[in-house]
């Protein structure tokens, strides 16, 4: 049983819609970032503030390490974690790998100025230079038009379909159950 792994921009939701993949399958749920405050016993913002942005990207690297060879779970990772060559190659072993996206109002919008991102400073920027980026990962799911449920929904009825080996040829989902 694949994983199905979450990433994608800041406020994209991939914390609520892998809470709401977890509770539809009872696949069990890990987010890296809440396993990486665990770990370092600080805040994301903290531990940038104090270890810096390098030693972040350390430890979110040893714990996707540590997810991959896990079966049948739901991970959602740091915005960043799967830009990371490296990062993405090991979840992709055991994952389905589903990049959320959003327009930058709606981002905007449902961060707010959440004190717990450190990289909010410069989000604008990010979003534009991360853009491309995030467009060539699999499975792109728009997620501005949707609760976190119908995301949920799109993502299981893809996820199933790939795991009965059927070929999509599309790579792009809009989560709007319309
Ligand atoms: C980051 C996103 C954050 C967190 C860290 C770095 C990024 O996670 O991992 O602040 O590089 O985009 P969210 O995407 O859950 O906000």
């Not at 913002?45 to 079966?71: N, T």
Request: with cysteine; net charge negative; proline share 6%.
């Amino acid at each position: 049983m694949k994983n199905i792994v979450l990433t994608g921009f800041m406020g994209t939701g991939k914390t609520s819609v892998g809470r709401e993949i977890s509770r539809l399958t009872g696949f069990p749920f890990f987010d890296t970032d809440s396993l990486i405050e665990k770990r370092a016993n600080l805040s994301i913002g903290e531990i940038f503030q104090q270890q810096g942005e390098p030693h972040f990207r350390q430890l979110e690297r040893e714990i996707l390490r540590e997810l991959s060879p896990l079966l049948g779970v739901v991970i959602a990772t740091g915005g960043g974690a799967l830009l990371e060559p490296e990062n993405l190659s090991i979840v992709d072993r055991n994952g389905l790998i589903f990049c959320l996206t959003a327009d930058l109002e709606t981002i905007l919008e449902r961060i707010g100025d959440s004190p717990n991102r450190p990289l909010l400073p410069q989000v604008k920027t990010l979003y534009k230079e991360r853009e491309l980026l995030y467009q060539k990962l699999p499975h792109l799911v728009d997620t501005s038009p949707s609760t976190p449920e119908e995301t949920a929904l799109k993502i299981l009825e893809i996820y199933e379909k790939e795991c009965k080996g059927e070929n999509l040829g599309k790579r792009i989902y809009d989560a709007d159950p319309d």
